[in-house]
């Protein structure tokens, strides 16, 4: 059962009193430093007596609550706000990461390019020189012994490091390898000036602008058959009674007029396993037999034989098998004009034999 009280509290004007119901004290102002509690037991006011102990141990419970609840707004701030310090830190490892991930993105390419150097020196230079491909393993050596990148190990961002910093040794070494390649490839030009001087290493027709090759190396469609078949050449598109030249010293072994096929062509052995082949020719300018400068004009080009238009068909054989003219171009052509005539054999597709 549930008890109601009303109580009323005389007071002169010069009196106040209060009531809270909350705590039920009831404190007359000239009793201020007394305080009454309300019994609902006995339905009276009753003397708080406020021990020092229960004073003490309020204010230190308040003193510990506001500890507690200041520590959380701290975690909470900390945890979801940055201090300007963080927030600079933060910027540089993120500026870093970048860095890093375009340093990688240029070892990359750089490694591309290097892939490239090392298929030039094992299947042109080395094949001129008549030396065997670098091994695999010896360019692909890698490093022994203790962990190189402990040092880099055990932070958010270590993996892109150690990936990038492995990237950039394997790239070093191989660079040193190669080097060391290019030196032996060196030497053996220095000491071989007779066989440098018989290799086929330039254009065999006039084509300063690198406009006139017209077909390239390998598989492409026949223009007469109609089928695909390996072309064995390269081909230029020049007009009837172009001049033709001798790509390297050699002899001629074959001066040959005919109607089909290479129609009137030519083939010069160069020696050290080294033969060319100039086809669909209008006129000679030489006979079986002729020794021959690079450089020096050796017939005119024309229409000859399976050929569907003005044009010479031009072959380098290494040991009697075909191989890419382009490959020996190296004394004609610049590192860029290189590239580019690589570019235009890749992209022409008209051929007319």
């Known amino acids: 059962m549930e008890h109601y009280c009303i109580f009323f509290v005389l007071i002169s004007k010069d009196q106040y ?16 430093k007394l305080s009454y509690k309300y019994n609902p037991n006995n339905l009276r006011f009753e003397k708080d007596n406020k021990t020092p102990f229960k004073i003490f141990l309020r204010t230190f419970k308040f003193i510990l609550s506001s500890i507690g609840f200041a520590i959380i707004i701290f975690f909470m701030f900390s945890y979801y706000l940055d201090s300007p310090k963080e927030v600079k830190l933060k910027n540089e490892l993120s500026f870093l990461k970048q860095q890093y991930n375009e340093l990688d993105v240029q070892l990359s390419q750089i490694d591309s390019v290097l892939q490239l150097v090392q298929y030039r020196d094992d299947h042109i230079y080395r094949v001129i020189f008549g030396k065997e491909p670098m091994p695999e393993g010896i360019r692909k050596a890698g490093f022994g012994g203790i962990n190189r990148y402990a040092s880099m190990e055990g932070y958010n961002n270590s993996e892109l490091v150690v990936n990038t910093a492995k ?17 032996e490839i060196e030497e053996l030009a220095v000491s071989n000036k007779q066989l440098m001087e018989c290799i ?29 078949k390996f072309h064995s050449g390269i081909d230029y598109s020049i007009p009837t009674s172009s001049k033709v030249f001798a790509t390297g010293n050699g002899t001629v072994i074959k001066v040959k007029k005919k109607r089909r096929g290479l129609g009137n062509h030519i083939v010069i052995d160069h020696g050290h396993g080294y033969k060319t082949i100039y086809a669909h020719l209008h006129s000679f300018n030489v006979k079986k037999g002729d020794k021959v400068k690079r450089g020096q004009v050796i017939a005119h080009s024309g229409n000859t034989g399976f050929s569907t238009a003005p044009h010479l068909h031009y072959e380098v054989r290494k040991d009697d098998k075909p191989v890419n003219p382009l490959n020996f171009f190296f004394y ?19 051929p007319f034999d």
């Open 17 to 32: 009193a209060l009531f809270n119901k909350k705590t039920r004290y009831y404190q007359p102002a000239a009793m201020s």
């Open 167 to 183: 990237k950039l040794d394997v790239l070093l070494t191989q660079m040193y390898i190669q080097m060391h390649s290019y030196r």
């Open 200 to 228: 086929p290493s330039i254009q065999p027709v006039e084509n300063r602008n690198l406009k006139k090759l017209s077909s390239g190396f390998g598989m492409r469609m026949h223009p007469i058959l109609h089928i695909r």
């Open 332 to 350: 004609d052509l610049g590192p860029e004009e290189y590239d580019k005539i690589l570019q235009l054999s890749s992209l022409s597709n008209m």
